[in-house]
């Protein structure tokens, strides 16, 4: 189906009201990959109830508050594991080695250059064909509110060097999920881990979240060639089309006639983020999206530097999903905190180098509230 059929399949079913969703079947996730066991947990706090699984540490479900206390899922995925393995790979899952973009898939370090896998025209998206995404992670703690999940990403996968242990804890906290990273390596490497969830705060992938009402706390962006590959350039967002600093609806101004939208058919921009005013836990707010139907509000709170918004150009209708409904066009917002695309090409970006005995960390929050 082309792009465009999709939406007229799409808009004729948009008027439904968000509806409180059934929890997934944990039968339905339990199998095995990479030889490991695969499994759906679910865990709980005062306002959410999350469900994740340990392929690709990938979030399935995550059923917030509505403005008259109803439960909406407000990620995009599938009801069943096998579903997830033949359907859209970046539905809620962990993705690295680098998530986002290298160019060519080439960098060099210390002198030596590497070759990642080319996964997306003539780059390198996500960590790769078996980028994290698409292993069975080791499930290392579980609790009510908290899961613990870790990777080994073995010295020359995806082409990447070194060895790298990856841990990664969900923890809801009241209206709070929690993602906490830690990385470590034996060797010299470049890493980029982000959390790849579609949200739709609807809780329907066949309404578009074109209606969302978006901020995003950055005054400039990288902008990139026809590809997605930073140029090198950091560009001011005033007076672009780009410009989240007030809060704007995400279909506004997305068809504008403006490059950089048209290189992404749509948002899929990396934005630097304003790191000017950080809490007691050093996180800056990335972005506030709102959907004004249902009242759901959704924060980001992190430690990262930038901030990917991606506004599910690329969904087409063909993918079934949960409630056996399509993923419509624009029926998914990701929003990913993380450093910058392409930086281990380019040395005026901050540094995305680990090397052994060092640490790696990450904290994002998603904050949820009603209005
Ligand atoms: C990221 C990228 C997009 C797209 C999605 C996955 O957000 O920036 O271009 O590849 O992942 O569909």
Not at 44 to 57: L, R
Not at 105 to 118: A, C, N, P, R
Not at 330 to 345: F, H, K, S, V
Request: charged fraction near 20%; proline fraction near 5%; aromatic fraction near 10%.
């Amino acid at each position: 189906m082309t792009a465009a059929a999709a939406i007229m399949l799409c808009v004729g079913c948009t008027t439904e009201a968000p509806r409180t969703e059934a929890l997934l079947n944990q039968s339905d996730y339990q199998t095995q990959i990479d030889g490991k066991p695969v499994d759906l947990y679910t865990l709980q706090s005062e306002g959410i109830t999350m469900q994740v699984t340990n392929y690709g540490a990938r979030i399935a479900g995550l059923w917030v508050p509505d403005r008259d206390g109803n439960k909406v899922d407000v990620v995009l995925g599938y009801p069943t594991i096998d579903q997830h393995l033949n359907g859209d790979g970046y539905a809620g899952p962990i993705v690295g080695r680098y998530g986002n973009r290298i160019g060519k898939g080439k960098f060099s370090l210390d002198g030596v250059e590497y070759q990642t896998t080319i996964n997306n025209g003539e780059n390198h998206l996500h960590g790769g064909i078996g980028g994290w995404s698409t292993h069975a992670w080791n499930v290392d703690n579980v609790g009510d509110n908290t899961i613990t999940m870790s990777y080994l990403s073995a010295d020359g996968e995806e082409g990447y060097p070194g060895n790298v242990i990856i841990t990664v804890t969900y923890t809801l906290a009241g209206n709070d999920l929690i993602l906490d990273y830690r990385a470590t390596t034996d060797a010299p490497t470049v890493l980029n881990p982000t959390s790849h969830c579609y949200f739709n705060l609807h809780g329907d992938s066949e309404v578009s979240t074109n209606s969302h009402v978006l901020r995003i706390n950055a005054a400039e962006y990288t902008p990139t060639d026809a590809g997605l590959i930073p140029t090198g350039e950091i560009a001011t967002l005033e007076g672009t089309p780009l410009d989240f600093r007030t809060a704007t609806v995400i279909g506004e101004r997305i068809e504008e006639d403006f490059e950089a939208l048209k290189f992404g058919a749509g948002y899929d921009h990396n934005f630097v983020l304003d790191k000017s005013t950080p809490n007691e836990a050093g996180l800056t707010e990335a972005a506030v999206v709102y959907e004004p139907a249902n009242g759901i509000e959704m924060s980001i709170l992190t430690d990262q530097v930038a901030l990917q918004f991606y506004s599910g150009n690329f969904f087409d209708g063909t993918s079934i999903g949960k409630g056996d409904k399509p993923l419509c066009y624009r029926a998914g917002i990701a929003l990913e905190a993380q450093g910058y695309p392409d930086a281990p090409n380019h040395d005026n970006f901050p540094s995305r180098v680990l090397r052994p005995g060092e640490e790696y960390t990450q904290q994002t929050i998603y904050r949820f509230a009603t209005k």
